[in-house]
């Protein structure tokens, strides 16, 4: 199994433009969560997925950021626009049915100039 | 902030040497998990321990869970330099949310 992945691995891009991280669960997770790392803030949860229907999107920090799972196997973060601010690691962690252990993906290092 | 709150910051030992790390929370929890982080890295799932759990082990891993005090900690023995790394405890409040510590970064000095 390939574990969870990413795309991309790094993104830089300059204020106001539209950024668009991608996640692959591993096949069978029925369970798909979106992080944030930053230095001051640690590891924040975004949004959570089951069965591909967003079921906790507190986390999400304003109306410029979106995210998507249009089926069981892809998902997307959008920002837009982008912010300075936004500069983060990126994960995307899957969880199997009656699972506890999250698995994570290998992040997404975004810089926004 | 339900956040659990890790001590030390930060750790750094000599190989060979026990290295231990503590967790505190605010509120029941259904379990607490430790997670480790190698830099630049997503973070590795090691351990599991349920709130009607006081010990566990896993190889080097010895975690301990005091539900009274809402605190827990993770014990690595006879540790190696491949050891280094970023560990989180985070803890479970539902069925699906994770709420992670600030985490302890170690060092192991060869």
């Known amino acids: 199994d390939a574990g969870v992945i990413q795309s991309p691995r790094h993104e830089v891009t300059e204020m106001g433009q539209e950024v668009t991280l991608r996640c692959k669960p591993i096949?069978?997770?029925?369970?798909l969560f979106w992080y944030r790392q930053t230095m001051m803030r640690g590891l924040e949860l975004l949004i959570y997925f089951n069965n591909n229907v967003p079921i906790d999107d507190s986390g999400m920090p304003e109306d410029r950021f979106s995210a998507k799972m249009p089926n069981a196997s892809f998902s997307t973060l959008k920002i837009q626009p982008s912010e300075p601010r936004d500069s983060a690691v990126y994960f995307c962690?899957?969880?199997?049915?009656?699972?506890?252990?999250?698995?994570f993906g290998p992040g997404t290092r975004l810089t926004v100039l | 902030s339900q956040q659990g709150e890790e001590d030390p910051q930060a750790l750094s030992i000599q190989e060979g040497e026990n290295a231990t790390m503590n967790c505190s929370y605010k509120?029941?929890?259904?379990?607490l998990q430790w997670y480790r982080q190698n830099s630049g890295r997503g973070l590795v799932h090691l351990i599991l321990i349920r709130s009607n759990e006081r010990e566990k082990h896993s190889g080097r891993l010895r975690v301990t869970l005091d539900t009274s005090k809402k605190s827990s900690s993770l014990l690595i023995t006879a540790s190696r330099a491949a050891d280094t790394a970023s560990y989180f405890c985070a803890t479970d409040y539902s069925s699906y949310k994770l709420i992670f510590g600030s985490g302890t970064r170690l060092l192991v000095r060869p």
């Open positions: 962690a899957s969880i199997g049915q009656g699972g506890d252990e999250q698995f």
């Open positions: 096949s069978g997770h029925n369970s």
């Open positions: 509120t029941s929890i259904n379990n």
